[in-house]
């Protein structure tokens, strides 16, 4: 009986000794990091909040004007956290806001990360010609002034909405990534696994995508997190610029440009305040949960 106890406990010691893989690594680095545990509940909880409530807040009602309720304060004729000088909730434009700006940010990062990675990998794989022409294109996309392109594009076209907004940002935004595949595809391509695949006839397809792009996970992981921190703002610095979303979004951007007026800082704190904060903790949660997430990309590296 003793020694069937003795053998129970050093199972259980093996099992708690044994290597962790995968999503155990990453659930065991948030468990040690507070911080990062704290900054995915607080994400997890604005990112889900704000798609689920936004469909249920009515935008042209939102949107209307109301002069007898300008910069009504927090508290005022029903408004949580205010209005604004045409009269409209604040809170409601929050989360209407949020959830585009989240929306922007998932679509530009969904879309530059697989152009990116693909053409990072393919340039890194084949070498040669194909490397260097994209490498090439990559150049001539990075020196261009592209904040202004962007400017005059969103200026020029007629039916400019949401999706127009997402498919110019990602036009720009993929060399980074495509750059940064590229690098470590080239070395991945040599290893001794890649050889031995083409000597057993396997596609070049699957090469690149089944052999060689598992093996980047753990930076791909890192790099999509921290392009979606960056894209978080994108809205907003553009928008405060007077060249985001339309007038007739909703918009952080357009929240926080209130504050240009010195007036609106010094006394309507409600108007642009709230808006800020939700950037910031926005900005700061991704960026930790991405520390997270690196720490658990070289621990897994270093566990083989």
């Known amino acids: 009986m003793e020694q069937q106890f003795n053998n129970d406990q050093?199972?259980?010691?093996?099992?708690?000794?044994?290597?962790?893989t995968g999503f155990r690594v990453i659930w065991r680095e948030?468990?040690?990091?507070?911080?990062?545990?704290?900054?995915?509940?607080?994400v997890a909880f604005i990112i889900l909040g704000s798609i689920i409530w936004a469909p249920f807040i009515d935008k042209e009602a939102l949107m209307k004007i109301s002069l007898l309720d300008e910069f009504a304060k927090p508290g005022e004729n029903g408004f949580i956290l205010g209005a604004d000088q045409g009269g409209s909730d604040i809170l409601?434009?929050?989360?209407?806001?949020?959830?585009?700006?989240?929306?922007?940010?998932?679509?530009?990062?969904?879309?530059?990360?697989?152009?990116?990675?693909?053409?990072?990998?393919?340039?890194?794989?084949?070498g040669g010609i194909i490397d260097n022409f994209f490498m090439r294109l990559i150049d001539f996309i990075i020196t261009l002034p592209s904040t202004m392109i962007i400017i005059v594009f969103?200026?020029?076209?007629?039916?400019?909405?949401?999706?127009?907004?997402?498919?110019?940002?990602?036009?720009?935004?993929?060399?980074?990534?495509?750059?940064?595949?590229?690098?470590?595809a080239l070395s991945e391509s040599r290893r001794?696994?890649?050889?031995?695949?083409?000597?057993?006839?396997?596609?070049d397809f699957a090469i690149m995508f089944k052999g060689i792009?598992?093996?980047?996970?753990?930076?791909l992981i890192v790099e999509l997190t921290l392009n979606f921190a960056g894209n978080v703002g994108i809205e907003t610095g553009l928008t405060f610029l007077g060249f985001g979303l339309p007038d007739t979004t909703p918009s952080l951007g357009t929240l926080v440009s209130f504050a240009n007026n010195q007036t609106v800082i010094a006394e309507k704190w409600w108007v642009w305040l709230p808006a800020s904060l939700?950037?910031?903790?926005?900005?700061?949660?991704?960026?930790?949960?991405?520390?997270?997430?690196?720490?658990?990309?070289?621990?897994?590296?270093r566990l083989g």
């Open 10 to 20: 050093l199972t259980e010691h093996e099992l708690e000794s044994t290597p962790a």
């Open 213 to 219: 792009m598992p093996n980047l996970s753990s930076l």
């Open 278 to 301: 939700l950037i910031l903790v926005l900005m700061l949660g991704i960026n930790y949960i991405g520390q997270a997430l690196r720490r658990s990309a070289d621990a897994k590296q």
């Open 154 to 184: 969103v200026t020029i076209i007629p039916k400019y909405d949401v999706w127009s907004f997402i498919l110019i940002m990602s036009a720009f935004m993929w060399v980074s990534t495509a750059r940064l595949v590229r690098s470590k």
């Open 30 to 42: 948030f468990k040690k990091d507070k911080i990062a545990m704290g900054s995915l509940i607080i």
């Open 92 to 126: 409601g434009q929050l989360i209407i806001g949020a959830r585009n700006s989240i929306v922007i940010a998932i679509a530009i990062t969904v879309i530059t990360g697989i152009l990116g990675v693909a053409v990072g990998i393919i340039c890194g794989y084949y």
């Open 192 to 203: 001794d696994y890649v050889s031995a695949s083409k000597t057993m006839g396997t596609s």
